[in-house]
């Protein structure tokens, strides 16, 4: 009954489509946009490329039971498909295709067997293709290419099928028997054989010439040295992505790029004699380095340095120290921490070991009774929340989409990587104003670890941290700073109302963004992701690597859009 599917179709909705689908509620739902009903309930939803992102759970389509036609291509929709689908037993078109789905075709796909086109092309479906689909007695579409699909083509027998493809996968083997009047073009990219490719090698064998077995040690050699460059991607990436682990030469600095030779350093007179020097009056002790990080200037240099305050946070001022022109550190003088030095010692060593691009990297640290502070690379573009609400005048340079986007990939990724150290591990004071930028746009989360040095610990939970995260992704979009000059706006609030009172979604946007035409599906998808981070149950937010995913996806899909465009706009022919 209709008001049955209306309920699974805002399920739906909810889930991968709160901001994209402005579903008037009062109104029925075969009035929705993309939804078409017959008298017996709803028949088709159709949202092709309508930003659609997550997961569909179950519960949802799978109650539509009058369903014939589903179309959901070119989203942004991962994750295993919701199993209940198979209670869908008219639907004739299944159209998934462009999205992430992953996971195994599971039999219950076979058990929908009124489906006449299933196109779940351009997905991250693994595992077997398996034989029973030969029960979709009716099928005339079948394409499952660019999946990664893999063994060996089963045996498909379906008398009704014209349309096949299974390009692109990872299967082998020969091509079956039922499958051969198939043109070449629906096997391609695999080391499958025999049908309308070249026979198989116990068919015909291949015949060897002198030129070929050369070509034979050449493609050896190729696949050697494929094989150590794939081994020295690995290693690259492990280097680079690894949470924990040695640390790197230090790059103290981002605003030269160049590197300092530590003769050129030691001793020499501070770059900018007319700022004042950091001037913390310490008892002759030395600062500790952390890692492998050169070591390029002492304490003496340090506290010589010319100084300028960068502000006052919760665990103490910070300040940006100029050792020499190309050498800037960022000096965070801790207020309020109590702990004997060998604790201490023990908690700085934990937060340095945490490593990640995008972490902000602590260097080296002071610590006596009366002084303790920390030494970071200085990020020279300061934090998000300054490039986001600072100087909105003329001079201004807005930031665009794009870059929001990457930077809350960036922090996300961060984050997830303080989470992943232990189950219970988190921020504490994600923010912002603790988003630092450097000089090439990249994000890198500040004051990780520091939440755990100051005496009150209370509400530190990777929830909590989702919480703070959501609120900065509807910051990103909406341009809208969650406190300023001590007002405080509920960012969440907002959004939800303004969404309530319906009066469109543009108002939602950051004036900025809206100005130079920003992608708003996009925009209305990070919109929900932080919505959904933001619930008031935090038993209901994701976790920060469902988070990143999702992010991702969003990227994913905006790229697989400007590929179409390009496609569409075809080359310029003169
Ligand atoms: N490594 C750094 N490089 C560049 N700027 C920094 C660095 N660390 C902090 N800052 C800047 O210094 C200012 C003060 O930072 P701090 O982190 O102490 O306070 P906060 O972020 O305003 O508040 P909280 O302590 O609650 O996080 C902020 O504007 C921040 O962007």
């Known amino acids: 009954d209709l008001a049955a599917d209306g309920s699974a179709l805002i399920a739906f909705r909810n889930a991968v489509g709160r901001m994209v689908l402005p579903w008037n509620t009062s109104l029925s739902p075969c009035k929705w946009k993309g939804v078409v009903c017959s008298s017996n309930g709803v028949t088709s939803l159709r949202l092709p490329g309508r930003g659609l992102i997550g997961q569909i759970p179950t519960g949802t389509l799978g109650n539509l039971s009058n369903l014939r036609s589903l179309s959901l291509r070119r989203n942004a929709l991962f994750g295993p498909l919701p199993s209940d689908l198979a209670r869908c037993t008219h639907l004739h078109f299944l159209y998934l295709n462009q999205n992430r789905f992953s996971g195994q075709i599971l039999p219950f796909i076979s058990s929908i067997t009124s489906l006449i086109r299933?196109?779940?092309a351009d997905n991250n479906f693994s595992g077997e293709i398996p034989l029973s689909l030969n029960n979709l007695t009716h099928l005339n579409l079948l394409y499952l290419e660019s999946n990664h699909f893999s063994g060996e083509m089963p045996n498909l027998d379906i008398p009704k099928l014209e349309h096949f493809n299974v390009s692109f996968n990872r299967l082998k083997g020969p091509v079956p028997e039922k499958l051969?009047?198939?043109?070449?073009?629906?096997?391609?990219?695999?080391?499958?054989?025999?049908?309308?490719?070249q026979p198989c090698l116990g068919e015909a064998p291949l015949k060897l010439t002198n030129s070929s077995s050369l070509a034979g040690g050449a493609i050896a050699g190729i696949a050697l040295g494929a094989f150590a460059l794939f081994v020295l991607v690995l290693t690259v990436l492990f280097l680079f992505f690894r949470c924990k682990g040695k640390a790197d030469e230090a790059n103290f600095t981002?605003?030269?790029?160049?590197?300092?030779?530590?003769?050129?350093?030691?001793?020499?007179?501070?770059?900018?004699?007319s700022a004042p020097p950091l001037g913390i009056a310490v008892s002759k002790k030395q600062l500790v380095f952390l890692g492998n990080a050169p070591r390029l200037f002492d304490l003496e240099d340090l506290l010589r340095s010319s100084a300028e305050v960068l502000g006052k946070g919760t665990y103490g001022i910070a300040y940006k120290a100029a050792l020499e022109e190309s050498?800037?550190?960022?000096v965070k003088r801790l207020k309020n921490v109590k702990m004997p030095e060998k604790e201490f010692a023990e908690k700085i060593k934990a937060i340095s070991a945490m490593e990640h691009p995008n972490l902000v990297p602590l260097r080296a640290y002071y610590y006596s009774r009366e002084e303790k502070f920390l030494v970071y690379d200085y990020m020279p573009l300061g934090s998000l929340s300054s490039l986001l609400h600072g100087n909105?005048?003329?001079?201004?340079?807005?930031?665009?989409?794009?870059?929001?986007?990457?930077?809350?990939?960036?922090?996300?990724?961060?984050?997830?990587?303080?989470?992943?150290?232990?189950?219970?591990?988190?921020?504490g004071n994600i923010k912002s104003s603790n988003i630092l930028i450097t000089s090439s746009y990249r994000a890198r989360v500040s004051e990780h670890g520091l939440s755990h040095l100051a005496p009150s610990s209370q509400n530190l939970t990777p929830e909590a941290d989702v919480y703070s995260f959501g609120v900065l992704l509807l910051e990103l979009v909406t341009g809208k700073a969650p406190a300023h000059g001590g007002r405080f706006v509920n960012l969440p609030r907002w959004v939800e109302e303004t969404l309530i009172r319906g009066e469109g979604t543009r108002e939602l946007f950051d004036e900025e963004?809206?100005?130079?035409?920003?992608?708003?599906?996009?925009?209305?998808?990070l919109l929900q992701v932080g919505l959904d981070c933001t619930s008031q149950n935090p038993d209901h937010r994701p976790e920060m690597s469902s988070v990143v995913a999702k992010i991702e996806e969003i990227?994913?899909?905006?790229?697989?859009?400007?590929?179409?465009?390009?496609?569409?706009?075809g080359p310029v022919v003169f």
């Open 118 to 120: 299933l196109n779940l």
């Open 180 to 197: 051969r009047g198939m043109p070449a073009s629906a096997f391609l990219g695999m080391s499958m054989c025999g049908g309308p490719l």
């Open 254 to 273: 981002e605003t030269a790029g160049a590197k300092l030779p530590e003769s050129a350093i030691k001793g020499k007179e501070m770059a900018a004699a």
């Open 327 to 330: 050498l800037v550190v960022a």
């Open 392 to 427: 909105r005048g003329s001079s201004r340079t807005p930031l665009k989409w794009e870059t929001r986007i990457k930077i809350a990939l960036e922090a996300a990724r961060g984050i997830e990587c303080i989470h992943s150290t232990s189950p219970s591990a988190s921020h």
């Open 513 to 525: 963004l809206t100005r130079f035409r920003s992608p708003e599906e996009e925009m209305l998808m």
């Open 555 to 569: 990227r994913h899909w905006a790229a697989r859009k400007k590929d179409k465009l390009k496609e569409k706009e």
